[in-house]
């Protein structure tokens, strides 16, 4: 079994407390300096480069350290399924965390012929569906280990009998105490408001299952080839991201003033598709919404126009031609796109008015990588905007920062 924290662990001092800083008068000075950086423990800032930037910009190196610490951890915990005969995998969490759980799911299914499953922690919670836990491992994801909701749902699947799995960037958290088994990634806390790093090094953690699972099973994989491409994407956001820092700062310029954003993924990239629209809404209070191909076909058309923006996550895979669709959808109605590509693609880029590429991989690692445009570009539509504070999620804002501490008091995430 994985190694989890116990009660011995020194916790760490930092902990999400709106309260701190004086109650009502920090709601009604938070635009001077917004709660969210009391909150988070971080140091305040009011132009580009702002907190989430850095944090963005670490993920080459968290994703690198998660693969090098987590191995031992994932292949026990890939044993204790296998030898216990759990047949189902369900993931759980909420916002950004449920996103990779989505991602994950998929990553069962198409590595390892794994049956995965995805859900929101407050929806299951609420939920009368028989989830057949006895028979299957849960796996919370959060990146705090403090989210009430998230929590809770952890425990709901421990008394129904669930091998309960928790993948955190904190150790030493109560989420880690209620789990069975903890893979803690690298990366630790956000300095800004939104999670950044977390979805690729928790994202990598479930791909890294899912090859472990399938080689046990004897999936007929290239698992070393996969492996491969696992561990070569931080070296490739390395070498490319200038590239991408400046190629996302292009896109933001030309595309902030857009009423919305559809975001397009299929597969595991709908997990990403989920991630890019969330960031919207959090970095740069700009609506956007994610949507697989089909959907998109069968209902975004005549919502699409000139002033809304279709970003197209398009790696090589079994869902290309319904990609291609949508491609030609926004070329026929003459609207902006931006395609997140491979290297080598030809397909999807020749109709897109901006293209990122990306590295040749397998589609399911693919969301590895896709994270650093999906978080950059709004990222910077933010910045280029110049009204709005990525950092905070508009809690530097008073009405925004009481309904903040009236959401998520002390404790509570």
Not at 309 to 321: K, L, R, Y
Request: a positive charge; aromatic letters at 8%; proline letters at 6%.
């Amino acid at each position: 079994m994985a190694k989890r924290a116990g009660k011995k662990g020194k916790e760490p001092r930092k902990k999400w407390d709106w309260t701190e800083g004086g109650g009502e008068r920090a709601i009604e000075a938070t635009g001077e300096l917004p709660i969210m950086y009391t909150a988070l423990g971080s140091q305040p800032r009011t132009e580009h480069p702002f907190n989430l930037y850095h944090d963005i910009l670490s993920i080459p190196k968290a994703l690198r350290d998660t693969l090098r610490t987590i191995p031992k951890s994932i292949a026990q915990v890939a044993d204790h399924i296998v030898k216990n005969k759990k047949r189902r995998i369900i993931g759980a969490g909420l916002g950004t965390s449920q996103f990779v759980a989505i991602g994950v799911a998929s990553a069962l299914g198409n590595l390892a012929g794994w049956d995965g499953d995805s859900v929101d922690g407050g929806e299951f919670i609420t939920s009368e569906r028989d989830w057949d836990l006895k028979n299957s491992a849960f796996l919370v994801f959060s990146g705090s280990g403090r989210t009430f909701d998230s929590n809770a749902a952890a425990r709901k699947a421990k008394a129904g009998g669930a091998y309960v799995v928790a993948l955190t960037s904190v150790p030493f958290s109560p989420l880690t105490e209620i789990a069975d088994a903890t893979i803690v990634c690298a990366g630790g806390f956000d300095t800004g408001g939104s999670d950044t790093f977390h979805y690729c090094t928790r994202m990598a953690a479930g791909i890294l299952l899912a090859l472990e699972l399938g080689e046990r099973t004897r999936r007929k994989r290239d698992f070393r080839d996969l492996r491969r491409q696992l561990y070569s994407v931080s070296t490739w956001l390395d070498k490319n991201m200038k590239y991408l820092d400046a190629r996302c700062r292009t896109i933001a310029k030309r595309h902030k003033d857009a009423r919305s954003f559809i975001t397009v993924g299929a597969g595991p990239n709908l997990a990403t598709a989920e991630e890019f629209a969330l960031k919207f809404d959090e970095m740069a209070s700009i609506p956007a919404k994610a949507m697989c191909p089909d959907r998109h076909i069968h209902g975004a058309l005549g919502l699409t126009d000139e002033r809304i923006v279709t970003a197209i996550i398009a790696p090589p895979g079994p869902s290309m031609p319904w990609l291609q669709q949508v491609a030609i959808a926004t070329v026929g109605l003459k609207t902006p796109s931006i395609g997140l590509v491979c290297e080598s693609d030809r397909e999807i880029a020749p109709m897109m008015d901006y293209v990122v590429r990306l590295p040749d991989v397998d589609e399911t690692i693919f969301t590895l990588p896709a994270t650093v445009p999906a978080q950059l570009i709004p990222y910077y539509c933010a910045v280029e905007l110049g009204d709005r504070n990525p950092d905070c999620q508009r809690s530097n804002i008073p009405k925004h920062a009481r309904v903040w501490m009236q959401l998520f008091p002390k404790d509570s995430h």
